[in-house]
């Protein structure tokens, strides 16, 4: 079975600077997509960023980047210039090539912002 | 546009009570799915409806019932509450079934408390 682990439950990161989220994961499939959420104190659950297996560039979204190394299973995710609203827990998931569709979350890191 | 509509936002029931969880959704998604979020446990997978008529069971199944009512609505239903389905719950939807690097829309979530 697929397995996402997240390894910092709790990271701390100063207004302006960059922080890296770590992510790694198991499976056997070749097939498939790694993604990142956000979850700020409201609640909701926002989409960071996504990345597919079979392309080999990483994924970039304005000030997030993604580190995705596919022979390792590794998939962290890179904040630059952090920002007060930054501060939010963290999921990496991992999502199949099947039909399902079925999402695997890692257990989150939750991110403070220090100004 | 709505999006993906839980009701309710929050709610407190007794130990054996029951109740369902609604979402509905205005994207014509087809896939919807439950999950449950717990501290250190990131989100786990409680049933999904890959598509309207089928559903299945996750990773945490028991306690729970699902209604894909038609393709707009899916409901979560707990028969005889217990003190360990305190939990957020969270509806997601995917456009369709058989993958593509989508990622799900979520709707804001449930808190649950039992008591």
Known sequence: ?115 | NAGVTQTPKFQVLKTGQSMTLQCAQDMNHNSMYWYRQDPGMGLRLIYYSASEGTTDKGEVPNGYNVSRLNKREFSLRLESAAPSQTSVYFCATHPRQGGGGYGYTFGSGTRLTVV
């Not at chain 1, 302006?16 to 790694?24: D, F, G, K, P, Q």
């Not at chain 1, 960023?49 to 560039?57: D, L, N």
């Not at chain 1, 993604?66 to 904040?79: E, G, R, T, W």
């Open chain 1, 1 to 115: 079975a697929q397995t996402v682990t997240q390894s910092q439950p709790e990271m701390s990161v100063q207004e302006a600077e960059t922080v890296t989220l770590s992510c790694t994961y198991d499976t056997s499939e070749s097939d498939y997509y790694l993604f990142w959420y956000k979850q700020p104190p409201s609640r909701q659950m926002i989409l960071v960023i996504r990345q597919e297996a079979y392309k080999q560039q990483n994924a970039t979204e304005n000030r997030f980047s993604v580190n995705f190394q596919k022979a390792a299973k590794s998939f962290s995710l890179k904040i630059s210039d952090s920002q007060l609203g930054d501060a939010a827990m963290y999921f990496c998931a991992y999502r199949d090539g099947g039909a399902t569709n079925k999402l695997i979350f890692g257990t989150g890191t939750l991110l403070a912002v220090q100004p």
